[in-house]
Every structure is written in C-alpha cells, then in structure tokens.
C-alpha cells in the first residue's frame, strides 16, 4: 500500500490473496500509516481482482475508516501507477537484487528494505527526498 501523496509504503508477505487476507492487510496498513502520521485516507485503489470486488468485509472497513474504494479499468495497470513503480522498486531492490537461500532470509529482509525505502531512499518524484520527509513528526 501506498500514501499518494508521500509514497510511504507498507507491505507484508501473505500467503493467500483471500478476500479476508486482502480486508486484514489493509487494516493493518492503516494502522501502520497512523503510527506514521497519515491519519485519513480518503480513497482506497485497487485493481478488480476478486479479493476487493467480491469482498464482504471490505466495505466494512472502508466506511469505518471513512475511506472511498476506487477501482482502476480492467487491464491499465498504468492508472494505479504508484503501486506499479512501487512494485517494480520492490522487485529490483529487494526481492531479485540477491540470491536468498531460503524463503525465510528473503522474508526477513523485507522490513529492512522497507524501512530503507521509506526513511532514506531517495525518490525522484520528491525533489530526491525520502517520504518519510512529507510525513508531519508524530508525538
């Protein structure tokens, strides 16, 4: 998940792309965004897979979190573009960028990553700056 307007991103390793999974995920990217700062998403995008457009719960948390959800038009990926360099950034630098021996030490290196893409990572797209930089300080 990304803040549009920061790109602080939140990721985890799931093992299924249920409905439910999708739904708890997002809950916790919420939480984790707060902690950070980012205490209101208007809008939620997604692509049309199932887990978001036949999904039960997910409604739910969206109006509890007082959010939209916005669907992209089936097969332009382009229109969730953050998302998409995201991913490419996450492919590229964590998960191809050296050889694991075992799914446990390629899990264990994304929350460095992460951490790195979110505090120091330069971006382009933020004059060169990290997005920890456009989030306000929490107290």
């Not at 109006?63 to 382009?78: E, G, V």
Request: glycine share 6%; hydrophobic share 35%; proline share 5%.
């Amino acid at each position: 998940m990304i803040d549009d307007h920061s790109r602080f991103a939140y990721s985890e390793i799931l093992t299924d792309e249920k409905a439910s999974t999708c739904t708890e995920f997002l809950a916790r990217a919420v939480q984790h965004f707060a902690a950070h700062g980012i205490t209101r998403i208007q809008a939620v995008m997604t692509d049309n897979h199932w887990s978001y457009t036949r999904n039960g719960s997910l409604p739910g948390l969206l109006t509890q979190i007082r959010a939209t959800h916005l669907l992209i038009k089936p097969h332009c990926p382009w229109q969730n573009g953050k998302v998409e360099r995201f991913n490419r950034s996450l492919q590229s630098e964590w998960a191809y960028r050296q050889v694991f021996t075992t799914n446990t030490a390629r899990s264990a290196a994304l929350g460095p990553w992460l951490e790195h893409y979110n505090n120091r990572r330069r971006h382009s797209a933020l004059g060169g700056l990290p997005p920890i930089s456009r989030l306000s300080p929490t107290s």
